[in-house]
């Protein structure tokens, strides 16, 4: 077997890079691939990122090459010191766990749960579960807003962003994610979240967009109090299916003050 030589990334390497993400990236959502333009993007500062990227002190992008061949690559970020960085690795991603583990990593955050529906497959708007029930439809923190409105009041909403920003974002458009499902808790198992799904899925049909995706931690609460384990058992009755868990926060005792001890990827 021939030499492994491990160096910094070089341009020219940016084609054969793209098709190690893309494999990676297919084992985990199928038909899932991104385009040269967005690795090349993702390698310098993501100011989409807004809540973890202020964080980056660092970044590094090494590739392994074995007979002119990128073999592997890996894209190290040093982290600012917080306790709230952190990385996520798919369970598709055995090789890349256990290369944490023996740098002396181990996962000491949250486990995510990643679900895929096809739009085509969510039922159409249907009528209100409750009398006097109207949507209204607003800019929210993540996306589109559809609220839940019933007279003055706002007792729920769902914010979905459409992932086709072209070159910048996936080859094959069409993919959306839920930022944000809440219904107040007076209103919840009275079917307004799965109303309020309903109105979403409509609307991203007027966009042509054909998968959405959503999480769910493995346990805990999300903000609003309610617990991931009801919004876990919401997700299946409503279309989604499970597709990934992905392990979040590794984290290693730091070798010196002072040095970030979170590992991205």
Do not use: K
């Not at 459409?162 to 959306?176: K, P, S, T, V, Y």
């Amino acid at each position: 077997m021939s030499d492994v030589q491990v160096r910094p990334f070089r341009r020219g390497d940016r084609d054969q890079l793209t098709m190690l993400v893309n494999a990676h990236a297919g084992a985990v959502v199928p038909g899932m691939s991104v385009s040269v333009n967005t690795v090349l993007g993702s390698l310098e500062r993501q100011p989409g990122g807004f809540i973890v990227d202020p964080w980056v002190s660092e970044r590094v992008t090494l590739v392994a090459e074995q007979r002119s061949r990128v073999a592997a690559a890996a894209h190290l970020l040093r982290y600012y010191p917080d306790d709230r960085a952190g990385s996520g690795v798919p369970e598709q991603w055995p090789h890349i766990a256990a290369l944490y583990r023996r740098a002396g990593f181990s996962h000491t955050g949250h486990t995510e749960v990643v679900y895929l529906a096809p739009v085509e497959d969510l039922p159409g708007p249907g009528g209100p579960p409750l009398d006097g029930l109207a949507v209204r439809r607003s800019v929210g923190i993540n996306g589109c807003r559809l609220s839940a409105v019933l007279g003055a009041e706002v007792i729920g909403y769902i914010e979905t962003e459409i992932l086709d920003q072209g070159e910048r974002m996936w080859r094959h458009g069409g993919w959306a994610d839920v930022g944000n499902l809440r219904v107040a808790a007076p209103y919840r198992r009275r079917g307004v979240g799965s109303w309020l799904l309903r109105q979403a899925a409509d609307w991203l049909r007027l966009a042509q967009v054909t998968r959405l995706l959503d999480y769910a931690w493995l346990d805990g609460t999300d903000p609003a109090g309610q617990s991931y384990d009801d919004y876990r058992a919401f997700l299946p009755a409503v279309g989604f299916r499970e597709l990934t868990r992905t392990a979040r926060g590794w984290t290693r005792e730091r070798l010196t003050t002072g040095d970030g001890g979170s590992c991205g990827t």
